[in-house]
């Protein structure tokens, strides 16, 4: 099964989590129409306040609830 890759745009608001060695970061965006969205995902590099277009998927975790799978960006 394939998954449709989407576009999402926003402003990093929060960072909750990130690792060092492989760059996993759990963190949240609020988009260009004003949502609040959780994205994970390999991403170095990424500070609070900066403005990106993630692509990838939505996903919807038994723990952590719906979030964006980021698999690539650009500032």
Same mark, same amino acid.
């Given at each position: 099964? @394939?998954? !449709?890759? !989407?576009?999402? =745009?926003?402003?990093?608001?929060?960072?909750?989590?990130? #690792? !060092?060695?492989?760059?996993? @970061?759990?963190? /949240?965006?609020?988009?260009? %129409? #004003? /949502?609040? &969205? @959780?994205?994970?995902? =390999? &991403?170095?590099? &990424?500070?609070?306040? =900066? #403005?990106? &277009?993630?692509?990838?998927?939505? %996903? #919807?975790?038994?723990?952590?609830?719906?979030?964006? $799978? $980021? !698999?690539?960006? @650009?500032?």
């Amino acid at each position: 099964m @394939t998954v !449709e890759q !989407e576009k999402i =745009e926003g402003v990093v608001t929060t960072i909750t989590f990130y #690792n !060092e060695e492989n760059h996993y @970061t759990v963190s /949240q965006i609020q988009t260009t %129409d #004003n /949502q609040k &969205i @959780t994205i994970v995902g =390999e &991403i170095p590099a &990424i500070k609070v306040g =900066e #403005n990106f &277009i993630f692509y990838g998927h939505w %996903d #919807n975790h038994i723990r952590y609830g719906p979030r964006f $799978v $980021v !698999e690539s960006f @650009t500032p």
